[in-house]
């Protein structure tokens, strides 16, 4: 008979992410992730079958997270289409400030994983498409609805400008891993803001 399992695995997943989100998926081993679980490495492989299985759940666990901040500031028809732009890229911000080690931040996991995975693993890259085409498409109703207000003067495309703002908020990601400050950063993020209104 089987023992029941005597760990919650919603926190395993979550510490398993945290690990994966600093480290990668290649660089992080078995023994990273039974410390940052507490769990040995038999119960890793009992419970999610493989490192591959267990970095899944990691990601999907990371997109939900960040996608349900994301798009809770995003739909907050409570302030002004620009004002939710803003605190996007307040929140990005604010999100590489938090990871920062040694003057650089750990940027993000699902930035991380499309470098370094999504064309060779279509699992991952599966998980990152739809993540993208979600924050894509609720970046164009808010483009969309700032155009209509005439907050945002750029005749381009609404799809075209989420795409630019995603590629954007990529790149802050990775700048952060290399070293940039917040005033680096904001910087950026106020520069990409001015281009729409032109």
Not at 79 to 98: K, N, Q, T
């Amino acid at each position: 008979m089987p023992r029941p399992r005597t760990f919650d695995e919603d926190c395993a997943v979550d510490a398993a992410m945290r690990t994966f989100w600093a480290n990668g998926y290649e660089a992080t081993t078995t023994e990273d992730l039974c410390a940052a679980t507490g769990l040995g490495r038999s119960s890793i492989y009992n419970t999610f079958s493989s490192k591959h299985e267990l970095f899944r759940r990691s990601l999907l666990h990371y997109v939900e997270m960040m996608s349900t901040t994301q798009l809770g500031i995003l739909e907050d028809e409570g302030r002004a289409p620009i004002e939710r732009l803003r605190a996007l890229f307040s929140a990005v911000i604010d999100g590489e400030m938090a990871t920062r080690r040694d003057g650089r931040s750990i940027g993000c996991l699902t930035v991380n994983t499309t470098v370094e995975l999504a064309g060779r693993d279509p699992e991952a890259a599966e998980i990152l498409d739809r993540d993208g085409e979600r924050r894509a498409a609720a970046l164009r109703i808010v483009i969309a609805a700032a155009q209509r207000a005439g907050e945002i003067t750029s005749g381009r495309d609404p799809d075209a400008l989420a795409r630019y703002l995603n590629a954007v908020i990529g790149g802050m990601r990775v700048a952060g891993q290399g070293g940039a400050d917040r005033a680096a950063l904001q910087s950026i993020a106020d520069t990409a803001l001015d281009a729409l209104v032109g």
